[in-house]
């Protein structure tokens, strides 16, 4: 016996309900069920590493990857980075380092932090990714339960010129397929006016402009000396500047003689 099945069709309010569900339409009442809006929504660490997206954009040598380094190991088991708890531990982490030797430079900055290493994966293909190389990434954090996105460093990821805004677009574009919180690296600009560096990052203005939180590791005076600023600024929240140094082994610490000041 052939049993005969009929296709149903959805009526006109079925359809919207459905499209609605698919693109992530809630009327806000639903929204508000769920509970009001806090801070742990919006941060991972507070002001320093968001939620959604985050860049990280410093000059050559100002410790970045240090930070970068400290940051992965607050996330994986709850440290404080420069005095700022994070609010959620125990995540996973995935680096992607596209820098000659960047892979190894985490890999002993972060296993000296003596965090769980176990939590943080380091991808050690060197280049920019491919389309076929994104999609495999969409595929491992998903599969793996990846957390956390850390690309470093943004100018070598750009399919073309920096100075302009498409590239940084496209890159953005790609990170937010990422359904996890995304941490890009990036240079600050070598420019100068006046003979004063001047406090931006390297290429167009898009780079800072769609993230939801900037981190600007900056040095005040020469590169060489241990002085340095944490400059944060989001969407979410305003923080006054953070003075720290470089400290013992090149991690990033307060300065605790100039924040008293």
Request: proline share 4%; glycine share 8%; hydrophobic share 40%.
């Amino acid at each position: 016996m052939t049993a005969i099945t009929e296709e149903y069709t959805l009526t006109p309010e079925e359809e919207l309900s459905f499209l609605m569900w698919d693109q992530g339409v809630h009327t806000l009442t639903a929204l508000e069920e769920r509970g009001p809006v806090n801070e742990e929504d919006k941060w991972l660490i507070p002001g320093l590493v968001s939620t959604t997206s985050t860049f990280i954009y410093g000059e050559s040598m100002a410790g970045k990857s240090f930070l970068v380094s400290q940051i992965a190991a607050s996330l994986v088991d709850g440290r404080s980075v420069l005095g700022i708890e994070p609010y959620q531990r125990g995540l996973k982490v995935l680096l992607i380092a596209n820098d000659s030797g960047g892979e190894l430079e985490y890999q002993e900055r972060i296993a000296n932090l003596k965090t769980n290493t176990d939590n943080v994966f380091i991808v050690e293909k060197l280049g920019r990714l491919t389309d076929s190389d994104w999609n495999d990434m969409l595929d491992i954090v998903e599969l793996a339960w990846i957390d956390v996105v850390v690309l470093d460093h943004a100018t070598a990821e750009l399919s073309g010129d920096s100075n302009h805004r498409e590239p940084w677009v496209e890159l953005w574009n790609r990170l937010n397929g990422f359904d996890v919180a995304r941490v890009l690296v990036g240079h600050a600009t070598d420019s100068r006016y006046d003979g004063k560096k001047i406090k931006r990052p390297m290429g167009n203005a898009a780079a800072t402009q769609l993230p939801r939180a900037r981190v600007h590791l900056f040095a005040p005076g020469d590169v060489r000396s241990p002085k340095r600023v944490l400059e944060l600024d989001s969407n979410l929240a305003f923080r006054d500047p953070i003075q720290c140094r470089r400290g013992e082994g090149g991690y990033i610490e307060l300065d605790e003689e100039a924040n008293e000041t």
